[in-house]
Every structure is written in structure tokens, then in C-alpha cells.
């Protein structure tokens, strides 16, 4: 009994042993649960009083808290973790909340799976966190996982949701088709799931009159409004910040459709919306105000629309002062009240003010007379103010003639020139840079305006320079800034690291200057943030520095693309011009059409005034392909009148160099007539053909720039000619490569395209793809070895995004390749042929966007190394492109530069071509763009070796003569000494 007892004691000191730590623990648990049952109620009551910096802490605390409690894979946890992230997405901080969403979604997949609700939603929250980071390309990717999980899981809800987000990004990709294809799936869903009325699909519409409001499409975008605003009323009522917005979205669309009384009546309903839910100060209204004072502008009433202004202007400056980026788009808009009632002083004294509201104030007591864009808040108001303050300059040098006025507005077209420049290495969307690149054209329109205004006062040689330099930056072409990093992979040797390390560079600049300008547009500015983003850009100018340096030693062909904005020197242009020659460039600015004539020892400036150019070019083009002869005489006439004839006498020699501006890239000027001709007989007019040589450039720049200087060019020891023909099928006959030569006997029958090519191979020497070798792998792997490329392949343009035109090779099963040659591929390859031939259709057409030249597959050519291109600006005929092909090639093979071969070949052509295929259709398409001098064949290796050897012995004379002088030089030295 007592040995019973004595181990019944033993069993309670031992339950007592291990009983007593573990009530330690559930006490120190029980204390752990209410301290962070604490920390949660605190963390959501800040969170309710909007104080989300302090409420964040508190999260962040009862997140450590439980983590001890229920470990790191707890339900609990995890919803921390996406909860702390959205708090700091709300707060701006974007990179922290990356980090707790991506914990977020690597817990959930660790918990509960990929396809779990959680994980979609982690996914979605991380797209969401890049697209505010500007990387849209991370963001649509996370998107697609997001849309993945919320398909397979049936979530028809996230998925319209997920559409709409997806939308969003398509729209900064500048895919306008893309995005309203995507709002429109969630609306077909939220319709279905919800009925009619639901609220969200009421954005969806909202979004999509916004993309219609800015492609100009103003009756679908208004159709789209109104479905949004009667949802909106449907679910809120008339009182409401959401339908305040759309009657002003509304009143938009009727201001720019000119209907300013209805526009008015809807401006008016949203100040009324939004009075009953705001306070008369509040930004949404006072912007508001700026609105009805605009359409008072619009309407010639100035006086009313100085009170909304001043009355805006009362209002900001109360909130937020003399200097602020609001207020100066206050005094901004008080100036432009000023300049149209023609007062001039005060308009002036009123950009003086929006200039300094923008300015940063550390700046303000610098006394420096440099322009740095560095110094202002909002770079893209301060271009804005500047041209406002530029233009009534010029406006009052008009008014009063003083000479004074418009070199003051000289002086401040060369600062927007600078701050132009600077603005262009921040953007990032594709939109973005091309919207930014119509409103730079209209500014160097605008100086090129007053820098002919002062060649007509002094008549000065430097005038005529600047105004050229203008233009060309005018044309600075866009294709190079919209290169899809993403799609070259790499480029002439270029790594992904340094490729990916360039593009976050740009992407984090233009982020952080949109935090700036973001919190500058706040009443109370954090000044520490603004330091804290400066000193990150400050950062990323010294990384770029040493990138640019980088780029340069070790990729120079990449550099030169991407960042050389130098401007060739007119000087230098008139040096490498022929004797014979003539550069005609083109600038359009609305009816004028400044006509810039350049020569070997001479420069002239013409200004045309042509009204209706663009339908007179449309015209012209239509009567060519509709063969309407009677309507193409008198339309090609008429062209020639207004474009040359005024510059005639200008011209020197029978070469035509013509840099076209925008809707002259589709004129053909070597169609033109120079007389009112009466015959019909298409061999009998009068074609400025006839009397010129006629090749194009997309800029001097791009042309001159190039040039090769050495005296002796042996670069060109490649073969003569690849030649690739489209097959929609795989050639059963051969599978195999042949040589041109061989194709002379070939005598099956040829489809057209192999016609073509078989109408040169007696010519040139080469080898020819087609069939099933026709293929996108092996052009990439030959196109480096030959002096010309003949692609006899289909094309197709695309207008609205042109770095995605493509060529089509043969279908395959190649699983590298698609055979589908992009134009954005072509900046991977090195092309150093001295002539591609693109003989498809329409390769030479391309989007006219303001500026920019062609943006089409003959470009992309250009920057990937070719020097020049035969081209096609309309569908070509297989009837006739034989025969002119053959024509050209001889005149090639005879030694002719390549712009007389192709006019050569098209009046051979018109003399001996059949009767019924003699009209400009048939033969009129094909141009030259770019270096127009003769190709070198065959012999080039022989004359190569015997340069060499020349200069060699030469070389070994001259060093003999001058070892045998210097011995007699030290034999006399000696006799005399």
C-alpha cells in the first residue's frame, strides 16, 4: 500500500512537473490572443479614421503576435498578409506592398493550392501593384494567372473583374481594340450574373467612352456614357461624385463635337452633383469651373470666362497657395484669356506667374540663366506654358513689329526644345509617347513658324540652319523609343540583364516623377517625400550615366539607335551632297508647307500655302489605283503646281533627294505632271519622271548621318543576292535551296512571285529559298551575308501599332520561329546589305503619325543596317513586276546608282510594256528610300586584294624614300660635324 501511494505521489509531482509549464503557456497564449485582439481593434479603428500609416503599424504588430501564436501557415496569417499589403497600396508604397502580397500568395499556394480562391486573388493584387508601378508587362502577366485560377474555380465574378484590370493595362499598351474587347467580356458577365444595373459595368462603359473620347470616335463614346450614367443613377441617384463626373465626361464630348449650349447644360447638372457631396473648394468642382470658363472662351465671352478663372483662382490659392502646380494651371488659363482678347502684357505677366507656381522653391534664389527642367514640378505643364508664352510673343511681334518680342519667343522655343528632350527619357506607355510626340510636333511647328519670321527679318544663313535643325527633331522618329524590349531579347549581342536593367531604369524614372507630381498636387505637401523621390532620381541618373557609357563602349550599334539625338550640320549635308543633286525636305504645318531646298552651295526656304493637301494626296492616290486617267491628269497637275513648280528654278541637276512630311509619304512625286496634258496615252504624259531622278529619305539625318567617309569601302565582299518567295504551301517539286542561276533552267510552272525572281537570276548571282526553305529560320541565318536581299513575300502593315508590321515566310513546324517577320524582330539582326527589295504589298505604307515619318517594315529595315529599299506603296502586279524588276537589275548590273536604275527601268518599261498595262498602276509603285549610290558587283574580293596590294606597295615606297632620307640626312650630318 505504501509503495501504492508512494508512486501515486511520484505520478502527481511528475503530472505536476509537466502540467505547470504548459499552464505557463496557455496563460502566456491566452495573454499573446488578447494583446493582439488589442492590436487589431486599434489597427482597425485608425484604419476607419483613415490614419492607414499608424493603422498599418498596429496590423503589423498583431501580425508578429500571431505568427507566434498560430505559426505562418494559419488562415489568420495569410489574410494578414494581404490585408498589410493592401494598406500600403493605398498608402502609394507599392514595392512594400509587392513584398506582402507575394508572401500572401506563396503562403496561400503552400496552404491551400494553386487554383485556390486566395491565390487568384494574390495574383490579381500583384498585377494590380505592378500596373501602378508602370510595369505593365509583369502586371498583364500576374493578371493571366489571376484569370486562370477564377476560370477554373468558377469565380464568374473575379473574372469580369479580372477582364476589367486586364482592360486597364491593354489601355497604357495603347491597345485601344485590345482593351475594349476585355471591358466588354465583363460586361456580358456582370449582365448575366447581375442583371442590367450593375454598378460595375457601369465603369466598364465609362472606361469605354473614354477610350472612344480619345480616339475621336465622340458618338460611340457618347453611347457608352450615357449606359454608364443611367446605371450610375440607377444605383445612386442624380447626387453622386460618380454621375457628377460622367455629366461632365458628357459635357466633354459635346464641347468637342463644338455643341457648347448642350455642354454647358451638362457641366452645370455635374456642378450641381457634385455641390450637394463637396465643399465649394474642393478641386473636383473648382476643375469644374475651368471647364465652364473654357467653353466661355470657346463662345469669344472672355469676360465671363476671366470670373470662373479668378474665382478658381481665389479658391486654390486659399488651399494651397502661390506656388503649386494647381495654381499654376490657374494662371496658366488666365493667359490664355489675356492672349485672346489680344492683351498682350498681361497674358505674358500670367505664364511669368505659372512658370514661377511650378517651380520648385529651393530653385527659386538661384541666379542662373541656364534652363534646367530639373528645377520644375510638372514637366509636361511647364512645355505647355512655356509654348503659351512663346506663341503670344510671336502673336505680338505680328501686332507691333518689334524685333525684341520675337527673340525673347525664339529664346523660350529653345528652352521647350531642352525640356523636349528631357521629357522623352521618362515615358513609358506606348500611348503616352505617341501623344507626346504630336504635341513636340506642334511645338517645333510652332518655332519653326517664328524662326522663319526672323529669316524674313535678317535673312541670315544660321536661320535657314536652325529652322532645318527644327525639322529634324521634328521628325525624331518615334520607332525608336516604341522598340518592344520584351520582344527584341537581345540585340546584336546586347544581354537580357542589360536590356531588362535599361528598361527598369525608365520605368522607375517615370514612376517617380509621378510620385512627385502626385504629391505636389496634394493641399499639404510632404516635403520629405518629394527629397526622398529627388534623391532616388538623382540615383538613377548616375546608374544611367554609367549605362549609357556601357552601351556605348560595348554596343554601339544599340547606343546609336537608342540615344544619339545628335542633328547633322547643314554644312556637313552640302558636303556629301552629288554636285547634281538636290535635298528637297518637306515640313506641313496645318495649310502652310515650309519647302527647304538644299544644294551643294546653296539653301532656300519656300513657304507654300496649299489648302486640302490631304484629300488632294488621297485623291491622287485613288485615281492610280483605280486607273481613272482623266482624274489622275488633272489631280497629279495640280499637285505639281502647288509643290514644284514655286521651287523650280531652286532645283540643280536632275537628282531629287525628297524628304516627304506627313501626308506626303503617299505621294509619289515622280507621277506628278508638269503639264495640263490632252492625250490620254499613259506613255505620252508628262511624268516629273521624265525630267528627274527621284529617291526619298525619312530624314537628312537618318541619310547623311551614315555615310561612309573612308576613302577606300571594301566592306561590301558579300555575295550578290539572297532571294526568298512566300508559298502558302510547302513546295512538293523541291525542298532544297537553289542558286539563281540554277533557277534560269527551272521549267514547271511558277507561280508568280518565283517568276519574278527567275526574271533576275540571268542578271545577279545569289541563292533563292523558297517552298518549305522559305522560312523565317533561315532568312535570320543567311541575311548577314549578301549585298542584296530580294524578298518576294507578302506583307502586311499594322497602322495602329506599325513596330508590329510584318513579312510572311513559308508555314512550318519550326518551334523557335512563327514565320512571321516582325518589324520589331528586324532591330535584333544585322542587315548590311546595300539593298533590300521588299516586293509586296503596300511594305512602303505605314501609320502618318504627326512627325514620324513611315513607321513601317522599309524603316525597321533602315535601323537594322540596310541602306537602302525599293519599296511599294500600293498592291504591286504579277503581270508587270517581272518585267520592271528585270529592267532594274540590268541598270544595277550596268553600273547605275539605284535610283536611276529604277527610274530607268520604269520608262523602259513605259516604252515597251503591254498597251493594256501601261497606266502609273502598273509600274508608278515602287520608290527608293534611303542611300541611292550604285551597288559594287561580283569583282568586289579581286579589287579588294588589289587595292590592298596597291596600297601596300605604296606604303613600303614611301617608308623606303623616307628611311633613305633620313640616311642621308645623318651621312651629311656626319661630313659636316
Same mark, same amino acid.
Request: aromatic share 14%; net charge neutral; proline share 2%.
Given at each position: ?123 490579381? #493584387? ?34 469580369? *473583374? ?7 493595362? #491593354? ?46 470616335? #465622340? ?16 444605383? =445612386? ?138 528645377? =520644375? ?36 522655343? &529653345? ?52 529652322? /532645318? ?140 500655302? /496649299? ?11 485613288? +485615281? ?33 533627294? /525628297?524628304?516627304? &512630311? ?6 509619289? *512625286? ?43 569601302? *571594301? ?26 542561276? &540554277? ?136 503581270? +508587270? ?97
Amino acid at each position: 500500500m505504501e509503495r501504492l501511494e508512494y508512486f501515486f505521489t511520484l505520478k502527481i509531482v511528475y503530472i505536476t512537473i509537466l502540467f505547470l509549464p504548459l499552464c505557463q503557456i496557455l496563460a502566456q497564449s491566452s495573454k499573446d490572443t488578447i494583446l493582439a485582439s488589442q492590436y487589431l481593434q486599434k489597427a482597425e479603428s485608425l484604419f476607419e479614421q483613415k490614419k492607414l500609416e499608424r493603422s498599418v503599424e498596429y496590423y503589423k504588430k498583431a501580425l508578429d503576435v500571431e505568427s507566434k501564436i498560430y505559426g505562418q501557415n494559419h488562415e489568420k496569417i495569410i489574410i494578414h498578409y494581404n490585408r498589410i499589403g493592401l494598406i500600403y497600396k493605398n498608402l502609394g508604397e507599392h514595392e512594400i506592398a509587392l513584398d506582402y502580397f507575394k508572401t500572401f500568395v506563396r503562403l496561400s499556394i503552400k496552404k491551400y493550392g494553386w487554383y485556390h480562391f486566395y491565390t487568384g486573388t494574390g495574383f490579381l #493584387y500583384i498585377g494590380v501593384t505592378y500596373k501602378n508601378l508602370l510595369r505593365y508587362d509583369l502586371a498583364l502577366e500576374n493578371y493571366e494567372k489571376s484569370l486562370l485560377i477564377f476560370q477554373y474555380s468558377r469565380k464568374r465574378d473575379m473574372i469580369a *473583374f479580372t477582364y476589367d484590370n486586364i482592360g486597364d493595362v #491593354y489601355i497604357k499598351n495603347g491597345a485601344h481594340e485590345k482593351a475594349i474587347e476585355y471591358y466588354n467580356k465583363s460586361i456580358l458577365i456582370g449582365t448575366k450574373l447581375f442583371g442590367e444595373n450593375y454598378i460595375e459595368n457601369g465603369k466598364s462603359y465609362q472606361n469605354i467612352g473614354n477610350l472612344y473620347r480619345d480616339q475621336k470616335k #465622340y458618338g460611340k463614346s457618347l453611347t457608352n456614357y450615357l449606359e454608364s450614367l443611367r446605371i450610375h443613377i440607377q444605383a =445612386y441617384g442624380e447626387n453622386n461624385i460618380n454621375v457628377a463626373e460622367l455629366y461632365a465626361n458628357i459635357g466633354d464630348i459635346y464641347d468637342y463635337r463644338k455643341e457648347y449650349d448642350i455642354s454647358l447644360s451638362y457641366y452645370q447638372k455635374s456642378l450641381n452633383a457634385y455641390s450637394t457631396v463637396l465643399d465649394e473648394n474642393d478641386p473636383k468642382i473648382v476643375n469644374l469651373n475651368l471647364r465652364i470658363a473654357n467653353i466661355y472662351i470657346q463662345k469669344q465671352k472672355y469676360e465671363d470666362a476671366l470670373q470662373y478663372y479668378e474665382k478658381g483662382l481665389i479658391t486654390f490659392q486659399k488651399t494651397y497657395g502661390n506656388k503649386h502646380i494647381l495654381t499654376s494651371d490657374f494662371y496658366y488659363n488666365i493667359a490664355k484669356v489675356y492672349d485672346k482678347k489680344k492683351d498682350f502684357s498681361k497674358a505674358i505677366s500670367y505664364y511669368d506667374k505659372a512658370v514661377k507656381a511650378n517651380r520648385k522653391s529651393k530653385y527659386d534664389t538661384r541666379r542662373t540663366n541656364v534652363f534646367d527642367p530639373s528645377e =520644375y514640378y510638372d514637366l509636361k505643364l511647364l512645355l505647355t506654358v512655356l509654348r503659351g508664352k512663346a506663341t503670344t510673343l510671336l502673336s505680338k511681334y505680328e501686332e507691333y513689329e518689334n524685333i525684341e518680342d520675337l527673340c525673347k519667343s525664339l529664346e523660350i522655343y &529653345d528652352q521647350a526644345d531642352v525640356l523636349i528632350n528631357y521629357i522623352r527619357k521618362s515615358y513609358q506607355d506606348y500611348q503616352e509617347k505617341i501623344l507626346f510626340a504630336e504635341s513636340a510636333r506642334i511645338i517645333y511647328a510652332d518655332a519653326i513658324k517664328a524662326q522663319f519670321q526672323f529669316y524674313k527679318e535678317i535673312g541670315a544663313k544660321h536661320t535657314l540652319e536652325k529652322i /532645318i535643325y527644327l525639322i529634324e527633331k521634328s521628325k525624331a522618329n518615334t520607332l525608336k523609343d516604341l522598340i518592344n524590349e520584351s520582344k527584341t531579347k537581345e540585340f546584336a549581342g546586347l544581354s537580357p540583364e542589360l536590356l531588362e536593367l535599361e528598361k527598369n531604369q525608365r520605368i522607375n524614372r517615370a514612376f517617380y516623377q509621378s510620385r512627385i507630381v502626385e504629391e505636389t498636387s496634394k493641399a499639404n505637401i510632404d516635403g520629405s517625400k518629394i527629397q526622398e523621390y529627388e534623391n532616388k532620381l538623382h540615383k538613377l541618373s548616375l546608374i544611367e550615366d554609367s549605362l549609357a557609357f556601357v552601351l556605348k563602349t560595348n554596343y554601339p550599334k544599340y547606343h546609336k539607335l537608342k540615344y544619339q539625338n545628335s542633328i547633322i550640320l547643314v554644312d556637313d549635308i552640302q558636303e556629301m551632297l552629288h554636285p547634281t543633286s538636290t535635298l528637297l525636305e518637306f515640313f506641313i504645318a496645318n495649310d502652310i508647307v515650309y519647302t527647304f531646298i538644299i544644294t551643294k552651295n546653296k539653301i532656300a526656304v519656300k513657304e507654300l500655302k /496649299i489648302s486640302n493637301l490631304n484629300e488632294k494626296v488621297s485623291e491622287f492616290r485613288m +485615281t492610280i489605283t483605280d486607273r481613272n486617267t482623266k482624274t489622275y491628269k488633272k489631280i497629279a497637275h495640280l499637285l505639281y503646281k502647288d509643290l514644284i513648280a514655286p521651287i523650280k528654278n531652286e532645283l540643280l541637276g536632275k537628282e531629287l533627294i /525628297i524628304v516627304p &512630311d506627313g501626308a506626303l509619304w503617299h505621294l509619289n *512625286f515622280d507621277l506628278l505632271l508638269s503639264k495640263d496634258d490632252i492625250t490620254n496615252n499613259p506613255k505620252d504624259l508628262s511624268y516629273l519622271l521624265k525630267d528627274y531622278t527621284v529617291s526619298y529619305a525619312n530624314s537628312a539625318n537618318l541619310l547623311f548621318s551614315d555615310r561612309d567617309k573612308s576613302l577606300f569601302n *571594301f566592306k561590301n565582299t558579300q555575295e550578290e543576292c539572297l532571294a526568298f518567295s512566300f508559298s502558302n504551301k510547302i513546295d512538293k517539286q523541291s525542298s532544297n535551296t537553289i542558286s539563281l542561276s &540554277d533557277l534560269t533552267q527551272y521549267t514547271n510552272d511558277l507561280p508568280g512571285t518565283r517568276k519574278e525572281i527567275k526574271a533576275i537570276a540571268n542578271i545577279i548571282n545569289g541563292n533563292y529559298f523558297y517552298g518549305s526553305e522559305a522560312i523565317e529560320t533561315n532568312f535570320k541565318k543567311n541575311v548577314s551575308n549578301y549585298s542584296i536581299l530580294h524578298l518576294a513575300l507578302h506583307g502586311e502593315v499594322d497602322n495602329e501599332r506599325p513596330e508590329n508590321s510584318k513579312l510572311f515566310f513559308t508555314k512550318s513546324n519550326d518551334s523557335i520561329e512563327d514565320n512571321l517577320l516582325y518589324s520589331h524582330e528586324l532591330f535584333a539582326l544585322d542587315i548590311p546589305a546595300e539593298l533590300t527589295v521588299l516586293s509586296a504589298c503596300n511594305t512602303g505604307t505605314g501609320k502618318i503619325a504627326k512627325g514620324e515619318g513611315i513607321m513601317s517594315l522599309g524603316t525597321a529595315f533602315q535601323y537594322a543596317g540596310a541602306k537602302s529599299l525599293l519599296l511599294s506603296s500600293w498592291d504591286v502586279s504579277d503581270q +508587270t513586276t517581272p518585267d520592271l524588276m528585270t529592267y532594274f537589275y540590268i541598270n544595277l548590273k550596268n553600273g547605275m546608282s539605284k535610283s536611276q536604275a529604277l527610274q530607268h527601268a520604269k520608262l523602259e518599261y513605259l516604252k515597251n510594256g503591254n498597251i493594256n498595262r501601261i497606266h502609273p498602276f502598273y509600274w508608278g509603285g515602287f520608290y527608293l528610300l534611303g542611300d541611292s549610290d550604285p551597288v559594287q558587283f561580283g569583282t568586289n574580293p579581286f579589287w579588294y586584294w588589289i587595292a590592298i596590294g596597291v596600297t601596300s606597295i605604296i606604303i613600303i615606297f614611301l617608308g623606303g624614300l623616307w628611311y633613305r632620307n633620313k640616311k642621308i640626312g645623318t651621312v651629311s650630318k656626319d661630313i659636316y660635324s
